[in-house]
């Protein structure tokens, strides 16, 4: 039994010294990566400041404003007012959509092209609106069918004139186009259209005879008034004041005073 414990004895000292006697492996670290790393942060931050240097060398301040367009309408001196505050940045770093957003707030402005022009200059190009139609007797409307409204309104001569309750632009808008179609047979166009509050409508013509629909659709009683303007009263168009056309079948007529003078005699 001594003999056996003698042995475990030694077997397990001998184990154990051939196993601290076992070496553990080395690391080994692969430098490739780092240094491919190292060379693109070189390379990046090379670029950086070329870039900064370059950036510093053709980054001049704004020295002129080009501002073109056909004015009839826009000040070009406020233009240049409204502009100037942006200028203050050099020639890279101004804010050229910042430009256009202010300058398309103007009522008379439709459209704001803002470029850069080398080597210093910021170039500026307006188009108008174009009014097609007077809307109301404070805004206009343009030939996309968009309402603006200037600061001050102006007269413009020959310029149709519609109106209509809040939200009735494009009805009214509409109706105008429509009843054009119909009169252009006889050469003749609504000067004035409107729609008051009841929705009674009413136009003066090209020739200066107004007319009275009423209220709902006033279509089928403009082709009415066709008829018979072409056959009865086209050769006296210019005795005629006003025309009502609220009958179901007919028209009433009431003339220029001046042939009620004659037709009196």
């Not at 603006?148 to 109706?175: A, C, N, W």
């Not at 009263?233 to 609220?246: N, P, T, V, Y």
């Given at each position: ?161 519609l109106s209509g309750p809040k939200g009735s632009v494009d009805e009214v808008l ?73 009958y179901t079948n007919g028209l009433a007529v009431q003339w220029q005073p001046a ?7």
């Amino acid at each position: 039994m001594k003999k056996n414990k003698s042995k475990s004895k030694q077997n397990s000292k001998s184990g154990a010294s051939r196993h601290s006697g076992q070496k553990m492996p080395a690391l080994v670290i692969n430098p490739r990566p780092l240094i491919m790393l190292a060379v693109l942060m070189l390379v990046l931050l090379v670029i950086y400041y070329a870039q900064l240097r370059l950036r510093q060398a053709v980054d001049l301040p704004v020295n002129s404003v080009a501002i073109t367009g056909d004015f009839h309408y826009v000040d070009r001196k406020k233009v240049a007012e409204k502009i100037e505050p942006f200028t203050h940045a050099s020639y890279l770093s101004v804010d050229l959509q910042a430009i256009k957003n202010t300058l398309e707030q103007e009522p008379w402005i439709d459209i704001a092209s803002v470029k850069r022009q080398w080597p210093d200059q910021v170039a500026v190009w307006i188009v108008e609106q174009q009014p097609v139609v007077q809307w109301r007797n404070d805004s206009f409307i343009n030939a996309s069918g968009k309402v603006f409204t200037p600061q001050k309104m102006r007269h413009i001569e020959g310029l149709p004139y519609l109106s209509g309750p809040k939200g009735s632009v494009d009805e009214v808008l509409s109706d105008w186009h429509r009843a054009n179609e119909i009169l252009a047979a006889q050469n003749l166009m609504a000067q004035e259209w409107q729609m008051d509050d009841k929705g009674a409508k009413s136009a003066r013509l090209s020739n200066g005879i107004e007319l009275v629909f009423g209220v709902g659709e006033a279509q089928s009683k403009l082709m009415r008034f066709m008829t018979i303007y072409q056959r009865q009263l086209a050769a006296q168009s210019e005795k005629i004041k006003r025309i009502d056309m609220r009958y179901t079948n007919g028209l009433a007529v009431q003339w220029q005073p001046a042939a009620d003078k004659l037709a009196q005699q």
